[in-house]
């Protein structure tokens, strides 16, 4: 499998199942430089849970890898608002994609597990968190989070 994505200001190659340098070389060959190609055959080795590298995957438009940091503490806790969090990246991963109805559905899923959130998880302010998802919805682009 090799998935691409388009971002602001990168392209993000996904590999499964495949070489992954030549699937750098592919893309490399039909758009330029890849700036970071992942091999997600075991995707739970891929995250640590840490809110910080999360917001700073988030913050650099690399939803896929964002989600991924925080998926295994959601799967051992369980946590509605770490899977709010999931379902808030994995909405920008399909705006990525060129699916915004997929974005549109998401992201509605996550402002709503996100509802009974504490007001912080970690650095993120939880209620500013729900107001900039909210307004990505109307205007399909993403944003950053502010991490003090």
Known sequence: MLNVRVAS???????RG???????RRVEEAVGRVYAAIDVTNEDALGSGDIGRFVALF???RFW???AE???????SGDRSLQGLI????????????APDK?????????RLLEDAPERIGCIDIPKLR???ARSLVSKSPFSIACP
């Open 59 to 61: 913050n650099s438009e």
């Open 131 to 133: 107001e900039q998802l």
């Open 103 to 111: 974005f549109v559905l998401l992201a509605g899923e996550a402002l």
């Open 87 to 98: 379902l808030m990246s994995a909405a920008f991963v399909k705006l990525q994609e060129g």
């Open 9 to 15: 200001r990168h392209l993000e190659i996904l590999v």
């Open 70 to 76: 925080i998926e295994p503490a959601w799967r051992r």
């Open 65 to 67: 890898e964002a989600h």
């Open 18 to 24: 495949i070489d992954v340098e030549d699937a750098r």
